[in-house]
């Protein structure tokens, strides 16, 4: 898979260099497999299924396509790199699409020209899946995800007899989240826990020899931390999701510019990613669950607004992030978390009821 990918870089690379035009799907679909199986060094290629060799190149045609419309700015978010070669070592990936695997009545795993694998189901799947995708870690273990559509209705919960169930979140540093009432979810302690380990394993690979033996165990030790990480994060944002959505009717989220919010390294990587992981998880099974769900938009001055008053008295710009208390003029007193909160949740209310924008 890797040699298909770098393949096709390297010859979008050349046509780029010697101002040829960009080398299409089809075009190294015909050079890089049907005519490369023929050759003596690519010869290999032939005993592997077709499927993924072409999902790979499909796959690099769409991390150019995303790096061009990042260019021209027609993707919104963060610039996108240009695509680049593949190592070894990394993450290696296969997608196989409807011909290329199938399921086993005994529960095993068929792919094409690799045979039948056993599988350790983490659950089961609710439909039949349109696409796998066999991945193997810089560690060496290898996980099968699925792609399953699923059915809109399945997932929706009885609504909560009490409409009035309905909490907005400000989302924070300090506290992960903050929901009604001042309810608060922590940031979980697992996280200082692993970040200590990581640093410690990192220190540990920094300190050995580039290309020895000890320096491949210690990388491999330094992704598995990370994995580990990866997992944690992951199983604690769908316990968290799952709780706010069996708990509420109408859910209000600001929608935050994640990547501006964290200071500091680790912090800022640990929470970048679990709240932009939080919010679209969220978001996804508040509408399979048949919840409101609304994102207000991040510019709505939640913090500043006295939610008593309805006046711009709270703590604003940089001077005012370390306000945690503060009391308006009209003799209200806030907790800066709560009282965001209950902003949060009005303006989603607003916004609900005003329905979508008229075409
Ligand atoms: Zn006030």
């Known amino acids: 898979m890797r040699t298909v990918w770098n393949d096709a870089v390297a010859a979008r690379k050349h046509a780029h260099a010697s101002g040829l035009p960009y080398p299409t799907t089809a075009v ?28 790979v190149l499909r796959d690099c045609h769409m991390a150019y396509q995303n ?22 070592t990394g993450t290696q990936a296969a997608r196989f699409t409807r011909r ?38 810089p560690t060496g273990k290898y996980y099968a995800s699925f792609v399953v559509t699923v059915d809109d209705d399945a997932e929706v919960l ?21 929901l009604r009432g001042g309810k608060v979810i922590d940031n979980p302690r697992f996280f ?42 992951s199983d604690w944002i769908d316990k968290q999701v799952a709780t706010i959505v069996a708990e509420n009717q109408g859910i209000y989220v600001e929608n935050l510019n994640v990547r501006g919010l964290a200071r500091g390294r680790a912090a800022k990587s640990w929470h970048d990613a679990a709240a932009g992981m939080f919010l679209t998880r ?50 209200a007193r806030h907790d800066r978390d709560a009282n965001a909160e209950i902003n949060i949740r009005r303006e989603g209310r607003r916004l609900v009821a005003e329905g979508p924008p008229d075409t």
């Open 282 to 331: 969220l978001e996804s099974k508040a509408a399979r669950a048949g919840r409101t769900f609304a994102m207000v938009d991040r510019n709505f001055p939640s913090t500043q607004l006295c939610s008593a008053c309805g006046t711009l008295t709270g703590p604003k710009g940089l001077a005012g992030l370390e306000v945690r208390r503060w009391t308006c003029p009209c003799g």
């Open 192 to 233: 200082k826990r692993l970040e200590r380990k990581l640093k410690k394993v990192q220190r540990a690979f920094s300190r050995k020899v580039k290309g020895s033996a000890n320096w491949a165990k210690a990388r491999v030790k330094v992704a598995r931390v990370h994995e580990q990480v990866r997992h944690k994060r």
């Open 158 to 178: 009885e609504p909560l007899s009490d409409l009035e169930a309905e909490t907005g979140i400000d989302m924070g540093l300090k506290a992960f989240a903050v």
């Open 28 to 55: 190294l679909d015909k050079v890089l497999i049907t005519e490369a199986k023929r050759t003596k060094e690519r010869s290999w290629l032939a005993e592997v299924s077709t499927v993924p060799l072409q999902q």
């Open 67 to 88: 790096f061009f419309d990042s260019l021209s700015g027609k993707r919104r978010g963060p610039r996108i790199g240009l695509p680049g070669f593949k190592r070894r």
């Open 100 to 137: 290329g695997f199938a399921l086993r009545p005994n529960g095993r795993l068929y792919v094409a020209k690799v045979g039948e694998l056993k599988v350790a189901w983490s659950r089961k799947l609710p439909a039949d899946p349109s696409s796998v995708t066999v991945i193997r870690t």
